[in-house]
């Protein structure tokens, strides 16, 4: 490891600690609507699924960009400024893997069966199907809260060993 001076530290710990706490920021908030929001409209489709609706309902999709837009710019400089951290820099790059891995789920499973209950809201009725995608949906949306949570845990050992460094 090539010798670290104080603003680059500085520089790490800034970075290092805006992403876990905007980590966590967004783990509070995907607990909120995995225990509140997703319940309500998953309750009685097709009725509910007008809460998903844009102008309509409750629509998520500005805040999970904007939120998602902000922790991914500041991880990826969390890896930048934790770069010549040997052992930071490792295990953030294990972490954003994992980020990325359900990110990218994320994009392929779980928003696109948003975006189709939300074009259900004006149906009459839904199908069998549906229901068991509704179903699959939530229970698929508990296994990724978790390893987002998992994902923000992991900051913590980080963030400690970071600031070892200066002692």
Partial sequence: ??????????????????????????????????????PKWASSPPDTFKFLQDGKGASLKF???????????????????CWKIDPVRNWLLALFIIHAAVRIWTLTFFAPNIIQFQNLAASPSISEE???????WK?????????????????????????????
Avoid: D
């Fill in 1 to 38: 490891m090539e010798s670290l001076t104080v603003t680059s530290i500085t520089r790490a710990e800034i970075w290092l600690c805006i992403t876990t706490l905007l980590y966590f920021l967004m783990n509070g908030a995907q607990i909120f609507e995995t225990l509140v929001f997703v």
């Fill in 63 to 81: 805040f999970w960009i904007i939120l998602h837009s902000l922790h991914e710019i500041a991880f990826i400089l969390a890896i930048i400024f």
């Fill in 130 to 136: 549906i229901i068991s995608r509704i179903s699959l």
């Fill in 139 to 167: 229970t698929l949306n508990y296994v990724r809260v978790a390893i987002y949570i998992a994902v923000s845990i992991g900051f913590i050992p980080l963030c400690i060993k970071l600031f070892s460094f200066r002692q």
